[in-house]
Nanobody, 114 residues
């Protein structure tokens, strides 16, 4: 599985941004797609998940502001980020999982400015 993340950039606090993660390869075996982020000096953390069945879950810190969706025809997962805060600044990574196997895309930097 290959993952290509895009959509990062600089945005003002309160603004919106949408990240994309295009998947290719043996995607039929994927159980879930996930977004992680890593802020400077911090550990990578799970932002949200969308399962093969379409169920979504989110970290408490982004619940109500971020939404994960997917376009099966495009093999793409999205992370819609609204009401961005300074603390959302991080490198965002998409991730695919099948059981204990995990694949990562390259990160895309999101910078939220005041």
């Amino acid at each position: 599985v290959q993952l290509q993340a895009s959509g990062g950039g600089l945005v003002q606090a309160g603004g919106t941004l949408r990240l994309s993660c295009a998947a290719s390869g043996s995607i039929n075996s994927i159980n879930s797609m996930n977004w992680f982020r890593q802020a400077p000096g911090k550990q990578r953390e799970l932002v949200g998940t969308i399962t093969i069945g379409g169920s979504t879950s989110y970290a408490d810190s982004v619940k109500g502001r971020f939404t994960i969706s997917r376009d099966n025809a495009k093999n793409t997962v999205y992370l819609q980020m609204n009401s961005l805060k300074l603390e959302d600044t991080a490198v965002y990574y998409c991730n695919a999982r099948r059981g204990l196997v995990s694949w990562w895309g390259q990160g895309t930097l999101v910078t939220v400015s005041s």
